[in-house]
């Protein structure tokens, strides 16, 4: 919503930035557990998680943001 959302709404930004570090926490032990199951991996997987993990940094600035 917007350049400025956390402005707006001061709330929204607080659980987008927990989802996405739930999801990166997630997405973080698939490599783990295809490694352990299948001792190989799968490249949309790891993609995939290289993904969800780079849209911590991007959604940590708004969420300082609201909390102030």
């Known amino acids: 919503g917007g350049a400025v959302p956390a402005a707006r ?22 490599p783990a557990v295809e490694w352990r199951s299948y001792r190989a ?14 849209i911590v940094p991007l959604v940590v600035p708004e969420a300082r943001a609201a909390l102030r």
């Open 9 to 30: 709404h001061p709330w929204l930004p607080l659980p987008s930035a927990a989802k996405a570090g739930f999801a990166a926490v997630v997405a973080g032990r698939l």
């Open 41 to 54: 991996f799968c490249l949309p997987c790891l993609v995939a998680t290289a993904v969800t993990v780079a």
